[in-house]
C-alpha cells in the first residue's frame, strides 16, 4: 500500500500535502477569477452611466418661506460641473454620470443653506443608478406621455 506523503502537525496528526494537479489547478482558478472580474468592472466604466437623483433640501427654524434659501442652494448646485439638474415644486431631480457628482451638489447646498445662518438642515435624496440602459431624466419622461 503506498501512503500520501505527510507532514506532522504541532498537534501530532498527519496532514496530507497538496501534490500533483489538484493543488496546482485550485490556484490556476483563483488566478483565472481575479483576472475576469476586473474585465467585466472596465467593460461597465467605458459605457456612459447616468445617475438621476431626486433632492430636496428644508432649513429648519427658519420660518414658513423657505424660498431664499432654496435659490441660494439651487445657485450653489448650478456651479458644479457635469451635473444637470430640473427645479419642481417640491424638489429638484439632479442627473450626472456618477453618484460623487450628485453628492457635491448636495455638500454644495449644505453649504449654501448653512452660510445663510441656518441652524438645522434636513434634506432628502432618492438616487436611481441604472447600469444596463442610458436613461436621462427627459428619456423618462417622454416614455410615460407617449
Do not use: C
Amino acid at each position: 500500500m503506498i501512503r500520501p506523503k505527510s507532514t506532522s502537525s504541532r498537534t501530532g496528526y498527519a496532514r496530507k500535502r497538496p501534490t500533483g494537479k489538484i493543488g496546482w489547478s485550485a490556484r490556476q482558478e483563483l488566478t483565472r477569477q481575479n483576472t475576469i472580474a476586473p474585465l467585466k468592472v472596465r467593460a461597465l466604466t467605458k459605457r456612459r452611466i447616468v445617475s438621476i437623483a431626486e433632492f430636496s433640501i428644508h432649513p429648519i427654524g427658519t420660518g414658513t418661506s423657505v424660498g431664499p434659501y432654496v435659490k441660494r442652494a439651487l445657485q450653489a448646485i448650478s456651479k458644479i460641473e457635469g451635473l444637470e439638474y430640473q427645479v419642481t415644486p417640491m424638489a429638484t431631480i439632479l442627473e450626472a454620470q456618477d453618484v460623487s457628482t450628485i453628492l457635491k451638489a448636495v455638500e454644495a447646498s449644505h453649504e449654501a443653506v448653512r452660510s445663510m445662518g441656518a441652524k438645522r438642515i434636513s434634506s432628502t435624496l432618492r438616487i436611481d443608478e441604472r447600469l444596463d440602459k442610458l436613461r436621462t431624466m427627459n428619456d423618462k419622461t417622454e416614455s410615460v406621455s407617449e
